[in-house]
Protein backbone atom coordinates (compact mmCIF):
# COMPACT_ATOMS: atom_id res chain seq x y z
CA UNK A 1 0.00 0.00 0.00
CA UNK A 2 1.41 3.20 -1.12
CA UNK A 3 -0.68 5.60 -0.39
CA UNK A 4 0.53 8.09 2.39
CA UNK A 5 -1.19 11.73 3.47
CA UNK A 6 0.94 14.93 2.28
CA UNK A 7 2.48 16.72 5.22
CA UNK A 8 0.14 19.48 6.29
CA UNK A 9 -3.52 19.37 5.89
CA UNK A 10 -3.95 15.78 4.86
CA UNK A 11 -1.64 14.56 7.56
CA UNK A 12 -3.62 16.41 10.22
CA UNK A 13 -6.93 15.38 9.13
CA UNK A 14 -5.25 11.74 9.22
CA UNK A 15 -3.90 12.19 12.73
CA UNK A 16 -6.89 13.90 14.98
CA UNK A 17 -8.83 12.03 17.49
CA UNK A 18 -11.68 13.81 17.72
CA UNK A 19 -15.56 12.54 17.12
CA UNK A 20 -16.08 14.53 14.38
CA UNK A 21 -13.70 16.31 12.04
CA UNK A 22 -14.48 18.38 9.16
CA UNK A 23 -11.70 18.83 6.32
CA UNK A 24 -13.05 21.73 4.09
CA UNK A 25 -12.76 24.70 1.83
CA UNK A 26 -11.15 24.80 -1.57
CA UNK A 27 -10.94 21.89 -4.19
CA UNK A 28 -8.36 19.37 -5.08
CA UNK A 29 -6.69 19.28 -1.97
CA UNK A 30 -6.89 15.53 -1.53
CA UNK A 31 -10.23 15.48 0.31
CA UNK A 32 -12.15 12.20 -0.78
CA UNK A 33 -8.86 10.33 -0.89
CA UNK A 34 -8.40 11.48 3.02
CA UNK A 35 -11.82 10.19 4.03
CA UNK A 36 -11.46 7.02 1.69
CA UNK A 37 -7.69 6.17 3.55
CA UNK A 38 -9.30 6.95 7.08
CA UNK A 39 -12.29 4.57 6.40
CA UNK A 40 -9.96 1.23 6.08
CA UNK A 41 -7.83 2.14 9.07
CA UNK A 42 -9.00 -0.51 11.09
CA UNK A 43 -10.04 -3.37 8.65
CA UNK A 44 -7.55 -5.72 10.79
CA UNK A 45 -10.55 -5.91 13.09
CA UNK A 46 -13.01 -8.26 12.40
CA UNK A 47 -16.20 -6.36 13.79
CA UNK A 48 -14.82 -2.98 11.92
CA UNK A 49 -18.09 -1.47 9.98
CA UNK A 50 -17.63 1.68 8.13
CA UNK A 51 -20.32 3.74 5.62
CA UNK A 52 -18.99 6.50 3.35
CA UNK A 53 -21.58 8.79 1.57
CA UNK A 54 -22.78 10.86 -1.16
CA UNK A 55 -25.56 12.22 -1.43
CA UNK A 56 -27.32 10.98 -4.44
CA UNK A 57 -26.29 7.58 -6.36
CA UNK A 58 -24.37 8.91 -9.60
CA UNK A 59 -21.93 10.89 -7.41
CA UNK A 60 -21.31 8.05 -5.26
CA UNK A 61 -19.88 6.49 -8.03
CA UNK A 62 -16.97 8.81 -8.12
CA UNK A 63 -15.98 7.13 -4.54
CA UNK A 64 -16.88 3.40 -6.02
CA UNK A 65 -14.37 4.13 -8.50
CA UNK A 66 -11.94 5.34 -6.22
CA UNK A 67 -11.75 2.50 -3.60
CA UNK A 68 -11.27 0.93 -6.32
CA UNK A 69 -7.90 2.13 -6.62
CA UNK A 70 -6.65 1.52 -3.21
CA UNK A 71 -8.74 -0.81 -1.56
CA UNK A 72 -7.75 -4.26 -3.27
CA UNK A 73 -4.39 -3.68 -2.54
CA UNK A 74 -5.61 -4.07 1.36
CA UNK A 75 -7.42 -7.60 0.31
CA UNK A 76 -10.82 -6.35 -0.06
CA UNK A 77 -13.03 -7.83 -2.14
CA UNK A 78 -16.15 -5.45 -3.55
CA UNK A 79 -19.52 -7.48 -4.06
CA UNK A 80 -21.72 -4.59 -6.26
CA UNK A 81 -24.91 -6.04 -5.53
CA UNK A 82 -24.70 -5.03 -1.98
CA UNK A 83 -22.16 -1.90 -2.97
CA UNK A 84 -20.13 -3.22 -0.33
CA UNK A 85 -15.83 -3.97 0.36
CA UNK A 86 -15.21 -7.10 2.32
CA UNK A 87 -11.93 -7.06 3.88
CA UNK A 88 -10.28 -10.62 5.06
CA UNK A 89 -10.58 -9.96 8.63
CA UNK A 90 -14.74 -9.92 7.88
CA UNK A 91 -14.95 -5.85 8.41
CA UNK A 92 -17.18 -4.42 5.89
CA UNK A 93 -16.82 -0.53 4.45
CA UNK A 94 -20.95 0.18 2.74
CA UNK A 95 -20.82 3.08 0.35
CA UNK A 96 -24.05 4.46 0.56
CA UNK A 97 -26.08 7.70 -0.28
CA UNK A 98 -29.26 9.44 1.01
CA UNK A 99 -31.00 11.73 -1.95
CA UNK A 100 -34.45 12.03 -0.05
CA UNK A 101 -34.62 12.90 3.63
CA UNK A 102 -36.12 9.50 4.41
CA UNK A 103 -33.30 7.62 3.11
CA UNK A 104 -31.68 8.19 6.52
CA UNK A 105 -33.89 5.57 8.26
CA UNK A 106 -32.62 2.70 5.69
CA UNK A 107 -29.61 2.83 8.48
CA UNK A 108 -32.18 2.10 11.24
CA UNK A 109 -30.45 -0.42 13.31
CA UNK A 110 -27.29 -0.57 12.04
CA UNK A 111 -24.17 -0.07 14.09
CA UNK A 112 -20.66 1.67 12.13
CA UNK A 113 -17.47 2.53 13.71
CA UNK A 114 -16.46 5.04 11.24
CA UNK A 115 -19.11 7.71 9.17
CA UNK A 116 -17.48 9.47 6.49
CA UNK A 117 -19.74 11.73 4.24
CA UNK A 118 -18.17 13.49 1.15
CA UNK A 119 -19.15 16.77 0.15
CA UNK A 120 -21.32 16.94 3.35
CA UNK A 121 -22.86 20.30 2.47
CA UNK A 122 -24.84 18.82 0.57
CA UNK A 123 -26.65 16.21 3.33
CA UNK A 124 -29.33 18.63 5.35
CA UNK A 125 -28.60 18.47 9.56
CA UNK A 126 -31.26 16.34 10.33
CA UNK A 127 -29.66 13.70 7.80
CA UNK A 128 -26.22 14.45 9.33
CA UNK A 129 -27.51 14.08 13.31
CA UNK A 130 -29.31 11.27 12.48
CA UNK A 131 -26.68 9.10 11.72
CA UNK A 132 -24.50 9.93 14.97
CA UNK A 133 -27.03 7.74 16.59
CA UNK A 134 -25.49 4.48 14.42
CA UNK A 135 -21.98 5.09 15.67
CA UNK A 136 -21.34 3.46 18.43
CA UNK A 137 -18.71 0.82 19.13
CA UNK A 138 -18.60 -2.18 21.68
CA UNK A 139 -14.97 -2.59 20.77
CA UNK A 140 -12.59 -0.67 22.95
CA UNK A 141 -10.13 -1.09 20.66
CA UNK A 142 -12.17 0.82 18.07
CA UNK A 143 -12.82 4.23 18.34
CA UNK A 144 -15.70 6.29 16.92
CA UNK A 145 -15.64 8.23 14.64
CA UNK A 146 -17.32 11.01 12.05
CA UNK A 147 -15.20 12.15 9.36
CA UNK A 148 -16.38 15.27 6.29
CA UNK A 149 -15.06 16.43 3.33
CA UNK A 150 -16.68 19.57 1.75
CA UNK A 151 -16.63 22.54 -0.25
CA UNK A 152 -18.36 25.47 1.20
CA UNK A 153 -22.16 25.87 -0.50
CA UNK A 154 -24.83 23.54 -0.48
CA UNK A 155 -28.34 22.96 1.13
CA UNK A 156 -26.46 22.36 4.54
CA UNK A 157 -23.92 25.04 4.83
CA UNK A 158 -25.77 27.17 6.82
CA UNK A 159 -25.76 24.21 9.56
CA UNK A 160 -22.20 23.44 8.96
CA UNK A 161 -20.92 26.28 9.07
CA UNK A 162 -22.09 27.15 12.65
CA UNK A 163 -21.22 23.64 14.01
CA UNK A 164 -17.59 24.03 12.78
CA UNK A 165 -16.42 26.93 11.42
CA UNK A 166 -18.01 29.58 13.19
CA UNK A 167 -17.90 27.73 16.85
CA UNK A 168 -14.06 27.31 16.88
CA UNK A 169 -10.51 28.37 15.21
CA UNK A 170 -9.13 26.11 12.76
CA UNK A 171 -7.47 23.08 14.62
CA UNK A 172 -8.45 24.62 17.71
CA UNK A 173 -11.14 21.81 18.91
CA UNK A 174 -14.04 22.28 20.49
CA UNK A 175 -15.95 19.93 23.05
CA UNK A 176 -19.77 20.61 23.22
CA UNK A 177 -21.25 20.65 26.52
CA UNK A 178 -24.02 18.98 26.11
CA UNK A 179 -22.85 15.65 24.37
CA UNK A 180 -19.51 15.82 25.56
CA UNK A 181 -18.25 14.95 22.23
CA UNK A 182 -15.18 16.70 20.40
CA UNK A 183 -15.34 18.25 17.16
CA UNK A 184 -12.72 20.37 15.04
CA UNK A 185 -12.34 21.82 11.71
CA UNK A 186 -9.00 21.33 9.35
CA UNK A 187 -9.37 24.01 6.89
CA UNK A 188 -8.01 22.88 3.19
CA UNK A 189 -6.41 24.92 0.00
CA UNK A 190 -5.44 23.13 -3.31
CA UNK A 191 -1.42 23.64 -2.10
CA UNK A 192 -1.82 20.64 0.09
CA UNK A 193 -2.34 18.58 -2.64
CA UNK A 194 1.06 18.73 -4.43
CA UNK A 195 0.00 15.36 -6.60
CA UNK A 196 -2.68 17.21 -8.55
CA UNK A 197 -0.66 20.18 -8.99
CA UNK A 198 1.94 18.02 -10.91
CA UNK A 199 -0.35 15.89 -12.53
CA UNK A 200 -2.40 18.47 -13.68
CA UNK A 201 -0.50 22.20 -13.95
CA UNK A 202 -3.22 23.37 -15.56
CA UNK A 203 -5.99 22.68 -13.09
CA UNK A 204 -5.04 26.17 -11.49
CA UNK A 205 -5.69 27.98 -14.62
CA UNK A 206 -9.10 26.67 -15.14
CA UNK A 207 -10.42 27.86 -11.65
CA UNK A 208 -8.92 31.33 -12.48
CA UNK A 209 -11.54 31.85 -15.39
CA UNK A 210 -14.31 31.15 -12.84
CA UNK A 211 -16.82 33.78 -11.69
CA UNK A 212 -14.99 35.52 -8.31
CA UNK A 213 -17.47 33.96 -5.75
CA UNK A 214 -17.16 30.59 -7.04
CA UNK A 215 -13.41 31.21 -7.51
CA UNK A 216 -13.09 32.24 -3.95
CA UNK A 217 -15.17 29.55 -3.09
CA UNK A 218 -12.70 26.72 -4.53
CA UNK A 219 -9.34 28.18 -4.40
CA UNK A 220 -9.40 29.65 -1.02
CA UNK A 221 -12.14 28.01 0.81
CA UNK A 222 -14.20 31.05 1.63
CA UNK A 223 -17.11 30.13 3.31
CA UNK A 224 -18.54 33.63 3.64
CA UNK A 225 -19.06 33.89 0.00
CA UNK A 226 -20.47 31.33 -2.45
CA UNK A 227 -22.37 30.19 -5.74
CA UNK A 228 -25.91 30.82 -5.29
CA UNK A 229 -25.73 33.05 -1.97
CA UNK A 230 -29.22 35.11 -1.93
CA UNK A 231 -28.16 38.48 0.02
CA UNK A 232 -24.13 39.07 -0.91
CA UNK A 233 -24.68 42.45 -0.29
CA UNK A 234 -25.66 41.67 3.34
CA UNK A 235 -22.69 42.65 5.48
CA UNK A 236 -22.21 42.47 9.35
CA UNK A 237 -19.31 44.81 9.12
CA UNK A 238 -21.24 47.46 6.61
CA UNK A 239 -24.91 46.40 8.05
CA UNK A 240 -24.01 46.03 12.01
CA UNK A 241 -24.30 48.21 14.52
CA UNK A 242 -23.94 48.13 18.71
CA UNK A 243 -27.64 48.10 20.62
CA UNK A 244 -28.46 52.18 21.57
CA UNK A 245 -31.32 53.66 22.78
CA UNK A 246 -33.40 54.57 19.43
CA UNK A 247 -35.52 57.62 19.70
CA UNK A 248 -38.58 57.15 20.52
CA UNK A 249 -39.87 60.05 17.50
CA UNK A 250 -38.79 57.83 14.85
CA UNK A 251 -41.76 55.60 13.74
CA UNK A 252 -41.74 51.90 14.99
CA UNK A 253 -43.37 49.24 13.48
CA UNK A 254 -43.46 45.15 13.58
CA UNK A 255 -43.38 42.70 11.09
CA UNK A 256 -44.52 39.18 11.87
CA UNK A 257 -44.28 35.44 10.20
CA UNK A 258 -46.02 32.58 11.66
CA UNK A 259 -44.69 29.49 12.64
CA UNK A 260 -45.93 26.42 15.14
CA UNK A 261 -43.89 23.33 14.17
CA UNK A 262 -41.31 25.59 12.10
CA UNK A 263 -40.08 28.98 13.85
CA UNK A 264 -42.00 32.19 13.74
CA UNK A 265 -40.23 35.44 13.83
CA UNK A 266 -41.17 38.51 14.72
CA UNK A 267 -38.97 41.88 14.01
CA UNK A 268 -39.23 45.33 15.62
CA UNK A 269 -38.22 48.15 13.03
CA UNK A 270 -37.61 51.59 13.52
CA UNK A 271 -37.63 54.13 10.41
CA UNK A 272 -35.02 57.46 10.80
CA UNK A 273 -35.80 60.81 9.57
CA UNK A 274 -33.63 60.15 6.35
CA UNK A 275 -35.77 56.72 5.75
CA UNK A 276 -33.03 54.47 6.88
CA UNK A 277 -34.75 51.66 8.49
CA UNK A 278 -33.10 50.19 11.86
CA UNK A 279 -34.00 46.29 13.34
CA UNK A 280 -33.79 46.98 16.92
CA UNK A 281 -35.54 43.86 18.32
CA UNK A 282 -36.74 40.53 17.51
CA UNK A 283 -38.31 37.10 19.21
CA UNK A 284 -37.57 33.83 17.38
CA UNK A 285 -39.96 30.81 18.15
CA UNK A 286 -37.13 28.48 17.64
CA UNK A 287 -35.87 25.83 20.42
CA UNK A 288 -32.19 26.81 21.19
CA UNK A 289 -32.17 23.19 23.10
CA UNK A 290 -31.04 21.36 19.94
CA UNK A 291 -28.89 21.79 17.01
CA UNK A 292 -31.55 21.89 14.76
CA UNK A 293 -32.78 25.52 14.80
CA UNK A 294 -35.28 25.23 12.35
CA UNK A 295 -37.60 23.46 14.89
CA UNK A 296 -40.63 25.71 16.15
CA UNK A 297 -42.37 26.04 19.83
CA UNK A 298 -45.45 25.31 18.90
CA UNK A 299 -46.67 27.94 20.95
CA UNK A 300 -50.30 29.04 20.49
CA UNK A 301 -51.29 32.63 18.92
CA UNK A 302 -52.33 33.86 22.50
CA UNK A 303 -49.47 32.47 24.19
CA UNK A 304 -47.51 34.22 21.17
CA UNK A 305 -49.02 37.36 22.11
CA UNK A 306 -48.57 37.45 25.09
CA UNK A 307 -45.24 36.81 25.04
CA UNK A 308 -45.04 39.66 22.30
CA UNK A 309 -46.54 42.20 25.21
CA UNK A 310 -43.79 40.94 27.78
CA UNK A 311 -41.16 41.85 25.16
CA UNK A 312 -42.12 45.30 24.86
CA UNK A 313 -42.91 46.06 28.07
CA UNK A 314 -39.40 44.42 29.29
CA UNK A 315 -37.79 46.27 26.20
CA UNK A 316 -39.57 49.47 27.02
CA UNK A 317 -40.32 49.38 23.56
CA UNK A 318 -42.61 53.07 22.06
CA UNK A 319 -46.15 52.66 21.00
CA UNK A 320 -46.21 50.55 17.62
CA UNK A 321 -47.63 52.55 14.39
CA UNK A 322 -48.74 49.39 12.86
CA UNK A 323 -48.00 45.78 12.89
CA UNK A 324 -47.71 43.58 9.81
CA UNK A 325 -48.37 39.86 9.37
CA UNK A 326 -47.76 37.08 6.67
CA UNK A 327 -51.35 36.71 5.07
CA UNK A 328 -51.73 33.12 6.07
CA UNK A 329 -52.52 34.16 9.24
CA UNK A 330 -56.02 35.03 8.56
CA UNK A 331 -56.89 31.72 7.01
CA UNK A 332 -59.56 29.69 9.19
CA UNK A 333 -57.65 26.81 11.23
CA UNK A 334 -58.79 23.59 10.33
CA UNK A 335 -60.22 21.19 13.58
CA UNK A 336 -61.55 18.33 13.73
CA UNK A 337 -64.55 17.01 11.65
CA UNK A 338 -64.32 19.58 9.05
CA UNK A 339 -65.23 22.55 11.60
CA UNK A 340 -62.97 25.81 10.97
CA UNK A 341 -61.80 27.20 13.68
CA UNK A 342 -60.64 30.53 14.39
CA UNK A 343 -57.80 32.35 12.41
CA UNK A 344 -53.92 33.14 14.16
CA UNK A 345 -55.35 37.05 13.54
CA UNK A 346 -58.20 36.29 15.32
CA UNK A 347 -56.67 34.94 18.65
CA UNK A 348 -54.42 37.52 18.65
CA UNK A 349 -57.01 40.10 18.47
CA UNK A 350 -58.53 38.62 21.55
CA UNK A 351 -55.01 39.92 23.55
CA UNK A 352 -55.70 43.47 21.50
CA UNK A 353 -52.81 42.78 18.84
CA UNK A 354 -54.38 43.60 16.10
CA UNK A 355 -52.51 43.36 12.12
CA UNK A 356 -52.59 44.73 8.69
CA UNK A 357 -51.75 42.11 5.67
CA UNK A 358 -48.59 41.93 5.12
CA UNK A 359 -47.28 42.45 0.94
CA UNK A 360 -46.57 38.62 0.06
CA UNK A 361 -45.42 39.07 -3.31
CA UNK A 362 -41.92 37.15 -2.97
CA UNK A 363 -40.53 38.53 -6.45
CA UNK A 364 -40.64 42.31 -5.56
CA UNK A 365 -40.28 41.74 -1.65
CA UNK A 366 -36.93 40.38 -2.51
CA UNK A 367 -36.20 43.52 -4.97
CA UNK A 368 -36.73 45.79 -2.00
CA UNK A 369 -34.89 43.56 0.35
CA UNK A 370 -32.16 44.35 -2.30
CA UNK A 371 -32.61 47.67 -2.31
CA UNK A 372 -32.44 47.93 1.59
CA UNK A 373 -29.11 46.13 1.70
CA UNK A 374 -27.59 48.09 -1.08
CA UNK A 375 -25.54 51.26 -0.09
CA UNK A 376 -27.14 54.46 -1.27
CA UNK A 377 -24.90 56.48 -3.57
CA UNK A 378 -25.17 60.20 -4.22
CA UNK A 379 -23.34 61.33 -7.64
CA UNK A 380 -22.86 64.38 -9.23
CA UNK A 381 -23.79 63.49 -12.63
CA UNK A 382 -21.58 66.09 -14.47
CA UNK A 383 -18.50 64.86 -13.37
CA UNK A 384 -19.33 61.03 -12.26
CA UNK A 385 -17.93 61.48 -9.20
CA UNK A 386 -19.55 59.48 -5.82
CA UNK A 387 -19.96 62.91 -3.01
CA UNK A 388 -21.14 60.57 -0.41
CA UNK A 389 -22.30 56.94 0.56
CA UNK A 390 -24.69 55.90 2.91
CA UNK A 391 -26.54 53.18 4.69
CA UNK A 392 -30.53 52.29 3.71
CA UNK A 393 -30.52 49.52 6.62
CA UNK A 394 -28.92 48.29 10.18
CA UNK A 395 -29.22 46.24 12.92
CA UNK A 396 -27.87 45.52 16.02
CA UNK A 397 -24.53 43.39 16.38
CA UNK A 398 -26.58 40.57 19.03
CA UNK A 399 -29.55 39.45 16.58
CA UNK A 400 -27.95 36.04 16.14
CA UNK A 401 -30.31 34.46 14.46
CA UNK A 402 -31.08 37.37 11.89
CA UNK A 403 -27.52 37.36 11.35
CA UNK A 404 -27.04 33.53 11.50
CA UNK A 405 -29.84 32.69 8.89
CA UNK A 406 -29.91 35.87 6.87
CA UNK A 407 -26.29 35.45 5.59
CA UNK A 408 -26.40 31.94 4.71
CA UNK A 409 -29.49 31.74 2.54
CA UNK A 410 -29.64 30.26 -0.84
CA UNK A 411 -30.93 31.05 -3.74
CA UNK A 412 -33.90 28.98 -5.36
CA UNK A 413 -32.16 27.11 -8.12
CA UNK A 414 -35.30 26.50 -10.19
CA UNK A 415 -36.13 30.21 -9.59
CA UNK A 416 -32.98 32.45 -9.29
CA UNK A 417 -35.75 35.96 -8.91
CA UNK A 418 -36.49 33.87 -5.07
CA UNK A 419 -34.86 32.48 -2.63
CA UNK A 420 -35.39 28.55 -1.48
CA UNK A 421 -37.84 28.10 0.81
CA UNK A 422 -36.83 24.61 1.91
CA UNK A 423 -34.37 26.41 4.13
CA UNK A 424 -34.65 28.41 7.54
CA UNK A 425 -36.44 31.54 5.95
CA UNK A 426 -38.14 32.54 8.57
CA UNK A 427 -36.78 35.46 9.54
CA UNK A 428 -36.13 36.91 5.49
CA UNK A 429 -39.81 36.57 5.21
CA UNK A 430 -40.69 38.82 8.09
CA UNK A 431 -37.94 41.13 6.82
CA UNK A 432 -39.22 41.29 3.62
CA UNK A 433 -42.72 41.88 4.64
CA UNK A 434 -41.02 44.80 6.59
CA UNK A 435 -40.00 46.05 3.70
CA UNK A 436 -42.70 45.84 1.72
CA UNK A 437 -44.71 47.94 4.22
CA UNK A 438 -41.64 50.91 3.62
CA UNK A 439 -40.43 50.53 0.58
CA UNK A 440 -37.80 52.37 -0.96
CA UNK A 441 -38.72 54.91 -3.34
CA UNK A 442 -37.08 55.64 -7.06
CA UNK A 443 -34.73 59.06 -6.37
CA UNK A 444 -35.51 61.98 -8.27
CA UNK A 445 -33.29 63.18 -10.37
CA UNK A 446 -33.19 66.54 -11.88
CA UNK A 447 -32.20 66.67 -15.63
CA UNK A 448 -30.69 69.59 -16.77
CA UNK A 449 -32.86 70.34 -20.22
CA UNK A 450 -31.35 69.72 -23.22
CA UNK A 451 -29.78 72.92 -25.13
CA UNK A 452 -29.93 74.50 -22.37
CA UNK A 453 -27.41 76.74 -21.25
CA UNK A 454 -26.39 74.59 -17.71
CA UNK A 455 -26.16 71.58 -20.40
CA UNK A 456 -23.93 73.06 -22.70
CA UNK A 457 -21.65 74.65 -19.50
CA UNK A 458 -21.69 70.99 -17.92
CA UNK A 459 -20.73 69.29 -21.28
CA UNK A 460 -17.79 72.36 -21.30
CA UNK A 461 -16.47 71.39 -18.17
CA UNK A 462 -16.52 67.77 -19.08
CA UNK A 463 -14.69 67.87 -22.11
CA UNK A 464 -11.88 69.79 -20.38
CA UNK A 465 -11.70 66.83 -17.81
CA UNK A 466 -11.98 64.35 -21.21
CA UNK A 467 -9.40 66.88 -22.65
CA UNK A 468 -6.83 66.49 -20.32
CA UNK A 469 -7.50 62.88 -18.99
CA UNK A 470 -6.80 61.82 -23.06
CA UNK A 471 -4.69 64.50 -24.06
CA UNK A 472 -6.88 65.54 -26.88
CA UNK A 473 -7.75 69.09 -28.11
CA UNK A 474 -10.93 70.68 -26.11
CA UNK A 475 -12.33 70.81 -29.43
CA UNK A 476 -12.36 67.22 -30.12
CA UNK A 477 -13.05 66.27 -26.50
CA UNK A 478 -16.67 68.62 -27.37
CA UNK A 479 -17.53 66.73 -29.65
CA UNK A 480 -17.20 63.09 -27.88
CA UNK A 481 -19.21 64.10 -24.65
CA UNK A 482 -22.66 64.93 -24.10
Not at 110 to 129: C, P
Not at 160 to 181: A, L, W
Not at 334 to 340: A, E, N, Q, R, S
Request: glycine residues 8%; negative net charge.
Amino acid sequence: MDWRPHPGAQEEFCSRGEFEVLFGGAAGPGKTDCLIMEAVRYVDFSDYKAVLFRRVFPQLQEIIDRTWKYYPLLGGEYRASEHRWYFPSGATVNLSHMQYEDNKYDHQGKEYHYVGFDEVTQFTGKQYLYLHSRVRSTNPNIPMRIRCATNPGGIGHAFFKERFIDISQPGVPYVDPETGQSRCFIPARLSDNPTLVENDPNYIKRLLVLPELERKRLMEGLWDAYEGQALPELSMRVHGVNRFEVPKDWEHFMSFDWGYAKPYSIGYHALDFDGCLWRIGSIYGTREDIDLHDVGLRETPIEIARKIYAYERDMHMPKMKFRVADPACWSKTHLKGGVLGPSVIEDMGKEGLYFLKADNNRILGRQQVHKRLKLDEDIDFVTGEVLNVSNKFYCFNDDKHFWRTMLDLRENVNNPEDVDSDQEDHIYDEFRYACMSRPIKPKMINRVPEGSFAAERNRLIKAKQYSKRHGVPLQTAYERVR
